[in-house]
């Protein structure tokens, strides 16, 4: 069974801090993509990441894929009340295999 | 572009009663899959349908069913509810694979009581 660990689980923080979302498997993914969730909606995609070692930025958020394409992570600089949702990652092998999520309050 | 529909929005059942739940998909794409989603589990893969046929399926038991019809729009099917089956039902369209990007619905929250 393929397994994706994504972690923390829950974070709560102070505006202005910064923080990263970490997804690891030992499966190789073909990409693997990260959305955000807000509460009473579905998740929407932020970012697909392909290649090993690719880094993307998207504003104050920075996402990398580990150079096996086993891994990310997802790094915000600054948080902001505004990046207060929940975030999914999802590697794509046959199937969407997806983490269990993080949730992430930020505090004004 | 219109975006994924889900239908109805808020469900409230009772134990053995069964429930059909809708779909309409982004124009053009043609592959849709169905999500459970609670706290305690997460983001759950139900199956996910393509042309009218299961492609894919998760591990759910066969009291979840689903289909698709010519025109993309899907159902999903739950009998004999159980308390368990409280969630939010997501769906999720995509243009061809079930690994492309996923366009989620707002949901349909299901209450078993």
């Known amino acids: 069974t393929q397994l994706l660990e994504q972690s923390p689980q829950f974070l709560s923080i102070q505006e202005g801090e910064n923080l990263t979302v970490y997804c690891n498997s030992s499966?190789?993914?073909?990409?693997l993509q990260w959305y955000r969730q807000e509460p009473g909606e579905g998740p929407v995609l932020l970012v697909t990441?392909?290649?090993g070692g690719e880094v993307k930025k998207l504003k104050r958020l920075t996402f990398q894929f580990g150079d096996a394409r086993k891994d990310s992570s997802l790094h915000i600089t600054a948080a902001q009340p505004g990046d207060t949702g929940l975030y999914l990652c999802a590697g794509a092998h046959y199937q969407l295999i997806w983490g269990a999520g993080t949730k992430l309050i930020i505090k004004p | 572009k219109a975006g994924v529909t889900q239908t109805p929005r808020y469900l409230i059942k009772t134990r053995g009663q069964q429930v059909t739940l809708s779909c309409s998909p982004i124009s053009g794409h043609r592959s849709v899959s169905w999500y459970q989603q609670t706290p305690g589990q997460g983001l759950q893969f139900l199956f996910e349908?393509?042309?009218?046929?299961?492609?894919n399926k998760g591990n759910f038991p066969g009291r979840f069913s689903g289909r698709q019809f010519s025109n993309s729009r899907s159902e999903m099917n739950v009998s004999t509810l159980e308390l368990g089956d409280s969630a939010l039902y997501l769906c999720?369209?995509?243009?061809?694979?079930?690994?492309?990007?996923?366009?989620f619905g707002p949901g349909t929250r299901l209450t078993v009581l």
């Open positions: 499966s190789v993914f073909s990409s």
């Open positions: 999720a369209s995509s243009l061809v694979q079930h690994t492309d990007t996923q366009y």
């Open positions: 349908y393509f042309s009218e046929t299961q492609r």
């Open positions: 990441v392909v290649t």
